[in-house]
T-cell receptor, first 113, second 114 residues
Framework: AQSVAQPEDQVNVAEGNPLTVKCTYS??????LFWYVQYPNRGLQFLLK??????LVKGSYGFEAEFNKSQTSFHLKKPSALVSDSALYFC???????????FGKGTMLLVSP | EPEVTQTPSHQVTQMGQEVILRCVPI?????FYWYRQILGQKVEFLVS????????KSEIFDDQFSVERPDGSNFTLKIRSTKLEDSAMYFC????????????FGPGTRLTVT
């Protein structure tokens, strides 16, 4: 069975500082990894994905994520946080052979001015 | 930019009643999904639908649940006899393919069962 762990319930960072939101995963096959963001009263918005190739993937709004196979991690990063980045972030994994997405419990990112 | 829409945004129903949640996926997408998120918990997969049939379903998706694509544009989730524990946010999603392509989510329907 596939699973995702987001070890932090909340991440606090000052505007302008770099941010990292952590995610580790477990799948039996090849992992397809995704990050989504949820703003209040909105659905989940796709940020970026890793399927294959370069371990560093770039996505929307200046976010990027690094796939690390040996550590089974896919941490979300941004070099300089904005107050508007404050939201709930979900990591998700799909086992290559199936379409089901398994989500982590989410990490609330709070960026202070 | 095309988006997934869902109606209603909030549904209140009494225990034992039937509810139908509606979704309009992105028009050229072929795969459709329902997820739910109980307050304070993680997003959970319910069911995926492709080529007019269920392709995968979770343990949550029991006989009380059904899905349908009645007219080529809408995608519905029916709960036949709601229980208190069905109270959750229900998200519809669609994707162009079922493999590497990302899923696009609607804004959700908050279902409250009293």
């Amino acid at each position: 069975a596939q699973s995702v762990a987001q070890p932090e319930d909340q991440v606090n960072v000052a505007e302008g500082n770099p941010l990292t939101v952590k995610c580790t995963y477990s799948v039996s096959g090849n992992p397809y990894l995704f990050w989504y963001v949820q703003y209040p009263n909105r659905g989940l918005q796709f940020l970026l994905k890793y399927i294959t190739g370069d371990n560093l993937v770039k996505g929307s709004y200046g976010f990027e994520a690094e796939f690390n196979k040996s550590q089974t991690s896919f941490h979300l990063k941004k070099p300089s946080a904005l107050v508007s980045d404050s939201a709930l972030y979900f990591c998700a994994v799909r086992d290559g052979g199936y379409s089901t997405l398994t989500f982590g419990k989410g990490t609330m990112l709070l960026v202070s001015p | 930019e095309p988006e997934v829409t869902q109606t209603p945004s909030h549904q209140v129903t009494q225990m034992g009643q039937e509810v139908i949640l509606r979704c309009v996926p992105i028009s050229n997408h072929l795969y459709f999904y329902w997820y739910r998120q109980i307050l304070g918990q993680k997003v959970e997969f319910l069911v995926s639908f492709y080529n007019n049939e269920i392709s995968e379903k979770s343990e949550i998706f029991d006989d009380q649940f059904s899905v349908e694509r009645p007219d080529g544009s809408n995608f519905t989730l029916k709960i036949r006899s709601t229980k208190l524990e069905d109270s959750a946010m229900y998200f519809c999603a669609s994707g162009l393919t079922g493999g590497t392509y990302e899923q696009y989510f609607g804004p959700g329907t908050r279902l409250t069962v009293t």
